[in-house]
């Protein structure tokens, strides 16, 4: 059976300044931030801690040393009725007890103030950690804007130079087209030039044919008629068609 006394690691014969000396000793070993870190270490401390409550009061110690001398362990009323215990020891003890408390009092302010101290320490070494991370991350987002910019930036340059290169391939292409088609009606009016001037040079032709024709025919004409006069004049005066 495992007693409260068990729990504080004291006999049940434990006076009162040595049940304060075994409190304390335990108490150096469940620091608040173990407490605070380890939820077994703070089970265990509570279960010491009930412990010292009910052992620290003479009224529930009793009712529990009762409850225990029934159940055949020895507790402190035993103790205390002890012939062989001079009360002159008894006082050196508690003088030594109380220095002792005094030593793990003082103990356990250090190890707090150092604990305290550590502990501020790790809170600006992480505020000064996050604070740097804050920074990075900011900066990191500066950067992810700045390169998101930048594309976008490099995209909207790409696109108004494919516009620009679609604009003039479409300008070169109805340039050509106006080029092909002037060249065409170029070629076409030539054509028609060369048709016209080529009728107009055969039409001359024919006009020149026709006057030589009539020249020759009239000339022809005057040819018979200037005969047909001699030979009348040839009839007229000698009688016969030349003379």
């Known amino acids: 059976m495992k007693t409260l006394y068990a729990v504080l690691g004291v006999e049940p014969t434990v006076d009162q300044a040595d049940l304060e000396v075994a409190f304390l000793r335990l108490k150096v070993r469940y620091p608040q931030a173990k407490l605070d870190a380890d939820e077994n270490a703070r089970i265990q401390f509570q279960g010491i801690q009930q412990a010292y409550n009910t052992l620290v009061n003479p009224d529930s110690r009793t009712l529990y040393d009762k409850r225990l001398a029934k159940a055949g362990i020895r507790t402190a009323s035993a103790g205390a009725s002890d012939p062989d215990s001079p009360a002159g020891w008894i006082s050196t003890r508690n003088i030594i007890v109380a220095g002792i408390i005094a030593l793990l009092i003082a103990g356990m302010w250090f190890y707090h103030s150092q604990e305290k101290t550590r502990m501020q320490k790790e809170i600006l070494e992480r505020a000064l950690r996050l604070a740097e991370e804050e920074k990075k991350r900011e900066a990191d987002a500066r950067e992810a804007a700045e390169a998101r910019s930048q594309a976008q930036q490099a995209y909207s340059q790409q696109r108004q130079d494919e516009m620009r290169e679609r604009q003039l391939r479409a300008e070169a292409s109805q340039s050509y087209r106006e080029a092909q088609n002037q060249s065409r009606q170029a070629e076409s009016q030539a054509a028609m030039l060369a048709r016209q001037q080529q009728n107009e040079q055969l039409a001359r032709e024919r006009q020149e044919q026709s006057n030589k024709q009539r020249a020759s025919m009239e000339a022809e004409r005057r040819l018979q008629n200037e005969k047909q006069q001699l ?12 003379c």
Do not use: A, F, I, L
């Open 231 to 242: 030979r009348s004049m040839c009839m007229q005066r000698y009688n016969r068609p030349d």
